[in-house]
């Protein structure tokens, strides 16, 4: 028997606290996402799952 590991991981649709801009961001980024338009920081790595500094409008599974 095989045992299947189950995915953990998720998209977030969140949106920036200065100018209200949606974006869609991985839960466990590798990397650092700005917002496009004010450049605010928007997520932070910290080796597994990255710390989201904006507010999350909804998971999306």
Do not use: D
């Not at 995915?7 to 650092?32: A, D, H, Y």
């Amino acid at each position: 028997m095989v045992k299947i590991k189950q995915i953990t991981s998720k998209f977030l649709e969140i949106f920036c606290p200065r100018c209200k801009k949606q974006k869609i961001v991985f839960g466990k980024s590798s990397t650092k996402v700005k917002c496009e338009k004010c450049n605010y920081l928007l997520l932070k790595t910290s080796g597994g799952k990255s710390k989201i500094r904006a507010k999350v409008r909804k998971v999306i599974p």
